[in-house]
């Protein structure tokens, strides 16, 4: 069983930085890509990040390129979500998931919920204006 534990949410001014970790059990961390969901109120679940199991490739959803960056320490079971210049639409509940060991680099694939097969708990970020 695979468990994901995101932490490090919470409120922060419009411009400003936090640092989302997720940390996962089991001993094959490092072979399976890890992505970053989010879900803002009334609305359905969106990409955020993907990251490749060696960590060599990464993607984001247009609206956090350049403000936001995926990393991952195998070493620790972890990814980090890193987001700078944080904006109120920015405002959502943020989820990290496993992707699969083979990642099919394509947009339309890893950006689908359907590529990911188990999620974490969530952790709650607001950014306020």
């Known amino acids: 069983q695979v468990q994901l534990v995101e932490s490090g949410g919470g409120l922060v001014q419009a411009g400003g930085s936090l640092r989302l970790s997720c940390a996962a059990s089991?001993?094959?961390?490092?072979?399976?890509?890890m992505g970053w969901f989010r879900q803002a109120p009334g609305k359905e679940r969106e990409f955020v990040a993907v990251?490749?199991?060696?960590?060599?490739?990464?993607d984001y959803t247009a609206s956090v390129k350049g403000r936001f960056t995926i990393s991952r320490d195998n070493a620790k079971n972890t990814i980090d979500l890193q987001m700078n210049s944080l904006k109120p639409e920015d405002t959502a509940i943020y989820y990290c998931?496993?992707?699969?060991?083979?990642?099919?680099?394509?947009?339309?694939?890893?950006?689908?919920?359907?590529?990911?097969?188990?999620w974490g708990q969530g952790t709650q970020v607001t950014v306020s204006s």
């Open positions: 998931a496993r992707g699969p060991q083979f990642l099919i680099w394509r947009y339309s694939y890893y950006s689908s919920q359907t590529a990911y097969d188990y």
């Open positions: 089991g001993r094959t961390f490092s072979s399976y890509a």
């Open positions: 990251i490749s199991r060696s960590a060599n490739r990464t």
